[in-house]
């Protein structure tokens, strides 16, 4: 398998662990993988910074929770309305499910993610390819 071309991802998430997993999968794989602890965070880095890829964000988080994040995130227009994001939360109900697509989420995943299902999902979502 080839590394795709640099793609930024922003990963959201109140867990130290699960941002090391992630920037552990992604990184060698060829991501430049950017960290917020919630949606403020990630909303602040957001305005200030350059366009990510892809987002990769948890619901349940402090401060402002990623749904939330996500709502305000689409309301902002372009280039927010239209980068891709995928929710991966311990909640998995199909209300979760529900809730997440109505927030403009475009793929969502519970927790734990495999590192292959991972890498799939964040070449799918950010447009990378592998060979």
Do not use: C, W
Not at 1 to 24: G, Q
């Amino acid at each position: 398998m080839s590394k795709p071309t640099l793609h930024r991802v922003l990963v959201v998430d109140d867990a130290a662990l699960v941002r090391l997993y992630y920037r552990s999968v992604l990184e060698p794989a060829g991501y430049e993988v950017f960290e917020a602890l919630n949606g403020v965070e990630a909303l602040e880095q957001l305005l200030g910074f350059e366009i990510v890829d892809l987002l990769i964000v948890d619901i349940n988080m402090p401060v402002m929770d990623g749904l939330s994040f996500l709502r305000v995130l689409r309301q902002r227009g372009e280039p927010f309305a239209s980068t891709p994001v995928l929710i991966i939360s311990t909640e998995a109900g199909l209300h979760d499910l529900r809730a997440a697509q109505i927030a403009g989420a475009n793929f969502y995943a519970a927790k734990p993610v495999a590192r292959q299902d991972l890498l799939e999902l964040v070449a799918l979502l950010a447009g990378s390819t592998h060979d």
